[in-house]
Nanobody, 123 residues
């Protein structure tokens, strides 16, 4: 069984920093894409930052220059360093990964979501 475990959310004042981490564990053959999305109250879930299957990194325009996505491939972990946080960054942040698992019938990709971690930025 493959799962994503997130950590690092919390309450911070505007201008502060937080670091989120997401670790994928289980019988993983490979990870095609991995990153973070967020959902604010009353809004749809949106992309924050992700490593793509093509090897590039996508950032939402709203966080460019403030957030940095990094990874530890050996640990199947991604990190989201969030600096200069703003109240509008307040949301539940979800880790997402497209994980390839080897089965008896071949390889299969699973689209996994973490449980979510709350980030609250006070003004």
């Amino acid at each position: 069984q493959v799962q994503l475990v997130e950590s690092g959310g919390g309450l911070v004042q505007a201008g502060g920093s937080l670091r989120l981490s997401c670790a994928a564990s289980g019988s993983i053959f490979s990870i095609n894409a991995m990153g973070w999305y967020r959902q604010a109250p009353g809004k749809q879930r949106e992309l924050v930052a992700t490593f793509t299957s093509g090897g590039s990194t996508n950032y939402a325009d709203s966080i460019k220059g403030r957030f940095t996505l990094s990874r530890d491939n050996a640990e199947n972990t991604v990190y989201l360093q969030m600096d200069t946080l703003k109240p509008e960054d307040t949301a539940v942040y979800y880790c997402n990964a497209k994980v390839v698992v080897r089965t008896l019938w071949g390889y299969r990709e699973y689209d996994l979501w973490g449980q979510g971690t709350q980030v609250t930025v006070s003004s």
